[in-house]
């Protein structure tokens, strides 16, 4: 599977972004999807996730309230709604895809993602 996250870009604080994550060449109703984010302090932190039917989500508790994901099977991706963006939100952002399913304790860790996009810059700055 093949993802390619987009939306990212430049934010006054308070403000919101929609990133989006798209599979092209084949279909990811299937696969469980996260966010994950990076700095070059930090190591890659987990954002958000979505089981495959939409149905669960789980989000890291730094974001919660502020952030939704969700999923549009029919277009084959999945959003980020961020909103009340603060600067210790600018990082990379990247959505991963399972090719299992994963128990929710290991929702929040990336080696168990299998397919990778190639990150989008959220900057959130006055």
């Known amino acids: 599977v093949q993802l390619q996250a987009s939306g990212g870009g430049l934010v006054q604080p308070g403000g919101s972004l929609r990133l989006a994550c798209a599979a092209v060449g084949r279909t990811l109703r299937t696969n469980g999807v996260a966010w994950f984010r990076q700095t070059p302090e930090k190591e890659r932190e987990f954002v958000a996730a979505?089981?495959?039917?939409?149905?669960?989500?789980y989000y890291a508790d730094s974001v919660k309230g502020r952030f939704t994901i969700s999923r549009d099977n029919a277009k084959n991706a999945v959003y980020l709604q961020m909103n009340s963006l603060e600067p210790e939100d600018t990082a990379v952002y990247y959505c991963a895809a399972s090719a299992s399913y994963l128990i929710t304790s290991s929702v929040r860790y990336p080696q168990h993602y299998d397919y990778w996009g190639q990150g989008t810059l959220v900057t959130v700055s006055s």
């Open positions: 979505v089981r495959p039917s939409g149905g669960d989500r």
